[in-house]
């Protein structure tokens, strides 16, 4: 029997299978993606041998800290020299008006009165006193064992220097010539005595000595 469409009879008994397309196993992988492993998708990215090496500053500990500076006597700084040797010349300097007076002072004649012998006596053994201090400050300071003395030795230069400057600054001259000459030189003197103890006094006070002496444990 001829089969509609010329269609040749299949040999099994039935009708072959329509055109289209064949059967399989489903689709083929298109070209360039993976195939899917067996038992599904792999679970995130692949990661390198050993894994990845931590971030920065994350795991593995902190960078230690830079050590501080190590405990012990530090090296003596230039102001701690420089506000002893300004001490020691200040000193010297004292030493010769503080002699003159005192000499004077002592051996006094009788048309100088007693308060003006008494004044330049004091005077006199302030200036003795202040170059004690200052020689003795200035070896404890270099020695780094205290500032206390040269303080107190650089303080009293100065209250000195300051009634030198008073004292000859409301001196009545009587409209003499030489006499205000002179109170001009003696004032400019007890100015220029007064800078080496300030700045002795002011390297004394300032923070690299503190520091040193407190690395020598001094105060």
Request: proline share 11%; charged share 10%.
């Amino acid at each position: 029997m001829t089969q509609p469409y010329g269609q040749q009879p299949d040999p099994s008994g039935g009708y072959p299978q329509s055109g289209g397309y064949p059967q399989g196993q489903g689709y083929p992988q298109a070209p360039g993606y993976p195939q899917t492993p067996p038992g599904g998708y792999q679970q995130g990215y692949p990661q390198p041998p050993g894994g990845y090496p931590p971030a920065p500053g994350y795991g593995g500990g902190m960078p230690p800290a830079p050590q501080e500076y190590g405990h012990g006597p530090m090296p003596r700084p230039g102001s701690v020299t420089a506000a002893a040797v300004l001490g020691f010349v200040q000193a010297g300097i004292t030493t010769i008006p503080a002699v003159i007076q005192l000499v004077a002072a002592a051996g006094g004649s009788s048309d100088v009165g007693d308060g003006a012998m008494a004044e330049g006596l004091l005077v006199s053994v302030a200036e003795l006193i202040a170059v004690a201090l200052l020689i003795t400050g200035g070896v404890q300071l270099i020695g780094g064992r205290s500032r206390n003395i040269m303080i107190a030795g650089a303080g009293l230069e100065l209250v000195i220097c300051l009634y030198w400057l008073i004292r000859y600054a409301t001196l009545d001259s009587n409209g003499i010539d030489i006499i205000d000459a002179g109170k001009g030189v003696i004032m400019a003197f007890a100015i220029f005595f007064a800078v080496m103890p300030t700045i002795s006094l002011a390297m004394s006070l300032g923070g690299s000595t503190t520091q040193f002496l407190q690395s020598r444990r001094g105060h």
